[in-house]
């Protein structure tokens, strides 16, 4: 059983983990069930509205392609809350904190129990775009 606490900011350059419980769209926020609420750091997905914010990056994919793509990432989906997030139950990501994302949401660079880097694994999948004032020097392996 997972319990969901109340999101808090982790600090710039702290690492923590987070087990996804909630997904809203393509670059999150994700949320964890150790508190945090993730927002990928370095892309940029459609709004759920099919909107893209003023001075982003907006990619040709919906939104809706995108975020099926971050919870196909973090093993499926388990059905939808009240609010619209999408359930799931991933696997325990390893992340580093970017600071905050604005609100209650932390930016973060996480990997996948496999080592994959997820905002290097979003991109590739051609349903977000790397958003370069935040991407700054982050490799994909």
């Keep these: 059983m997972f319990l969901l606490f109340a999101a808090t900011v982790v600090a710039s350059g702290q690492n923590f983990s987070c087990t996804?419980?909630?997904?809203?769209?393509?670059?999150?926020?994700?949320?964890?069930?150790?508190?945090?609420?993730v927002r990928l750091s370095g892309i940029a997905a459609r709004e759920m509205d099919e909107s893209c914010r003023t001075n982003q990056p907006c990619p040709d994919a919906s939104a809706l392609e995108a975020r099926?793509?971050?919870v196909a990432f973090?093993?499926?989906a388990r059905g939808s809350s009240e609010t619209g997030h999408i359930v799931v139950r991933g696997p325990r990501l390893s992340c580093r904190s970017d600071g905050s994302a604005g609100g209650t949401r932390t930016a973060a660079f996480c990997t996948l129990p496999s080592g994959e880097d997820l905002s290097c694994a979003m991109v590739q999948s051609g349903t977000v775009l790397r958003w370069d004032r935040?991407?700054?020097?982050?490799?994909?392996p």
Excluded: K
């Design 20 to 37: 996804p419980t909630h997904v809203w769209d393509g670059d999150g926020p994700i949320w964890c069930a150790e508190g945090p609420h």
């Design 68 to 70: 099926d793509q971050l």
């Design 134 to 140: 935040y991407w700054r020097n982050h490799q994909c």
């Design 74 to 76: 973090l093993g499926g």
